[in-house]
């Protein structure tokens, strides 16, 4: 399979939704439509440290999206990058499309002087998992939510 990994444009917006529904629905998660619209807009327009990248196939086809945020820290003098999403298609997974996508977001992180890259996933999320432990150190820190 052939994979290209861009920004995300204009034109994505129906299949991007599409990957973004898919997304939230594997997390059992319910997000309203105002909300992904402005996270739409944010993303393709690369606004407040957002980074929205797509993986499309031989075909131009989306299969799978990655989105990142840049920040700073209190324990940096450089920016962090948060990949807050990252969802391959079913049909395309295991050919190396998340790979991509994250060595993707890894390229950006280095470009833009981010000295940290760093993500959350449900911990019985074990096939995410094997590729995570791959590419990146578990970290020992454990999250809270309000």
């Known amino acids: 399979m052939s994979i290209a990994i861009r920004p995300l444009e204009d034109a994505d917006r129906a299949a991007w939704e599409g990957l973004f ?9 319910q997000v309203p439509d105002e909300v992904i619209a402005a996270a739409w807009q944010r ?3 690369q606004e407040d440290g957002f980074l929205g990248l797509v993986a499309a196939d031989e075909h131009g086809r989306l299969i799978g999206l990655a989105h990142a945020l840049f920040h700073r820290s209190t324990w940096s003098a450089t920016t962090y990058c948060y990949l807050e999403d990252l969802f391959v298609d079913p049909a395309a997974r295991g050919h190396g499309v998340g790979r991509a996508l994250i060595e993707a977001v890894y390229a950006q992180a280095d470009q833009r002087g981010a000295t940290r890259t760093y993500w959350a996933t449900m911990g019985d999320n074990a096939t995410a998992r094997r590729l995570y432990d791959r590419l990146a150190t578990l970290s020992p820190f454990v999250q809270y939510r309000r």
């Open 21 to 29: 529904a898919a997304y939230i629905r594997f997390y059992e998660a």
């Open 43 to 45: 993303l393709v327009r």
